[in-house]
């Protein structure tokens, strides 16, 4: 059930009070410890499913497959989506793993930065494949969202890297 009017002022406000508290102007800002994500690690149910989708539709480079180190008969593999940066997939074959569902401590959607010439090439060829997405929404022209074939969303973002909300957040105001 969504938040009542009332609820929603606090909330908003409890917003405010936290970005106040915890947001630093960049001038101020300490450079972060983190030289970035190496790889979000996912799991799949079928891999050649999944290299179809993100290679063959997405055209994100696999750059790798091997066997899972923690688990064996598991496979561990990798594509590449710029800015030495990966998206890493597991199967699990055996254990009998259940869908996902959004729930907390989940994934809610993955949110991948495409140049716009891409985003638009990207959007044709969701719509060639019959694939549904959401988007671009109402106030938002810069993201369409869709479910890969496990149903993890995925957002394709025309926004460059660090830029959020009409912001670069990494530039002073």
Known sequence: MPPTDEELVAIRSRREDLKAKYVVPVAQRPASRARGIHHAALICSDV?????????????PLVELTENRDYPGSSHFFFDLGNATL???????????????EAIGTV???AISVERSNWEYLQGKLDAAGIEYFGPAQGIPESMYFKDPDGIQ????????????????DEED
Do not use: N
């Open 48 to 60: 050649e499913q999944t290299i179809a989708f993100y290679q063959g539709l997405l055209e994100f």
């Open 87 to 101: 998206l890493g997939f597991f199967d699990f074959p055996g254990l009998g793993l259940q869908p996902g569902v």
């Open 108 to 110: 809610q959607h993955i």
């Open 154 to 169: 995925v957002e394709l973002l025309s926004d460059p890297l660090l830029y959020f909300a009409g912001k670069q957040l």
